[in-house]
């Protein structure tokens, strides 16, 4: 492909970032639709927040608004995250992806990236009308991006190896990892708690009432967790050329492959403990704070919070790690990602129910979960 793209006119809209390489590699879409998808949980929890955003999503003209100032805010996170970006490749250590820019040459890169996100936004809209509902196109596009990264580093590691034998052991584990982990989050994502509702006590009725035992979703804890523990990355960047020392402490330490086995231990709880602590205080804005919701249904919620999280503390933070080791151990590293797999897992399922309940009639017993995935 880069033999291919070295005798590529790159003076289409699509190559409109740099005519030299490595950036032909690269097209106006590279940052993804993450903006969009920060956008929409900024989102969510500022109309859990807001007594006004809350009415406002009870109309359709309420909603419509709340969707533009979504996509607006999504715009104003590409532009500042282009900006970021177009910084980290012109940092010499990487070494730089781009030569050094004048403000007018930096400020086009940034409105193409913008734009880039932008058109997946479209292309989200799009999907959301045939039926996925708000944001489930975009979640669906955020999800199988990174999926579609390890399918490519899947083939690239068999196409790097001579002997393809050294392989079958690695592989054969690594299958065993993404098969555990698809059927463990297909149980856990439909898993629910039945309980009577208040007013069903009260009329000594049958009726009941279902909790999800993911009431917190498997998109924002694990996203919050992982900006949490990118951070220290961030700041390292800065200090590559001051202080290059404190910057390789840093990145060797906030991995959990480093050569330290205790810091690797402590970045994996302090991982886990995130994505758990994460898990409780998305439930919490979003049901802590709502006034129809029966007190007697908050502490059940709150234990179905901790024990959802434990299970993406598993499977985003534990599951990787020891596919890591097995892998390695059996002579070649192939990684997995939980987070996208678990991701994409519960939105297909999602979806599914969604359509299944497009084609029956009433709504059936009520089910208590996170808006977003």
Excluded: C
Excluded at 269 to 276: D, E, G, K, Q, R
């Amino acid at each position: 492909m880069n033999q291919l793209l070295l005798f590529t006119n790159t003076s289409t809209f699509l190559h409109a970032i740099g005519g030299a390489l490595p950036f032909d590699r690269y097209s106006i879409v590279v940052m993804g639709i993450g903006p969009y998808i920060n956008a929409l949980i900024i989102m969510s929890i500022v109309a859990v927040m807001s007594q006004r955003m809350r009415t406002m999503r009870e109309s359709p003209d309420g909603r419509l608004r709340l969707q533009r100032w979504t996509k607006a805010l999504a715009v104003v996170l590409a532009f500042g995250q282009s900006y970021g970006w177009t910084v980290l490749m012109q940092v010499p250590t990487f070494p730089p992806q781009l030569d050094a820019m004048d403000w007018f040459s930096q400020l086009t890169v940034m409105l193409e990236l913008t734009a880039g996100t932008m058109i997946l936004v479209l292309l989200s809209d799009t999907l959301d009308e045939f039926g996925l509902g708000f944001g489930s196109g975009a979640v669906l596009i955020y999800a199988l991006s990174p999926l579609a990264d390890e399918v490519h580093e899947l083939a690239q590691t068999f196409a790097s190896t001579q002997l393809f034998a050294a392989l079958y052991r690695p592989f054969a584990i690594w299958v065993g990892f993404s098969v555990a982990l698809v059927v463990a989050t297909v149980v856990v994502v439909l898993a629910v708690r039945r309980m009577p509702s208040v007013e069903s006590r009260k009329a000594k009725s049958t009726k009941r009432i279902q909790l999800k035992v993911l009431m917190s979703g498997v998109l924002r804890p694990p996203m919050f967790a992982q900006a949490v523990m990118f951070s220290p990355v961030i700041v390292a960047n800065y200090y590559m050329v001051s202080n290059p020392d404190l910057a390789r402490w840093i990145y060797s330490a906030m991995n959990p492959y480093g050569p330290n086995p205790w810091i690797d231990l402590a970045y994996l709880a302090i991982y886990a403990t995130l994505v758990i602590a994460f898990a409780y205080f998305v439930v919490a804005i979003d049901f802590g704070r709502t006034t129809t919701m029966p007190r007697e249904m908050l502490a059940p919620i709150y234990r179905l919070a901790l024990i959802g999280g434990a299970f993406l503390a598993v499977i985003v933070v534990l599951v990787p790690f020891l596919n890591h080791l097995a892998t390695y151990a059996a002579g070649r590293v192939i990684p997995l990602s939980g987070f996208e797999a678990v991701l994409l897992v519960a939105l297909i399922l999602a979806i599914v129910g969604a359509l299944e309940q497009s084609g029956k009639k009433g709504g059936g017993v009520p089910v208590l979960a996170s808006r977003l995935p």
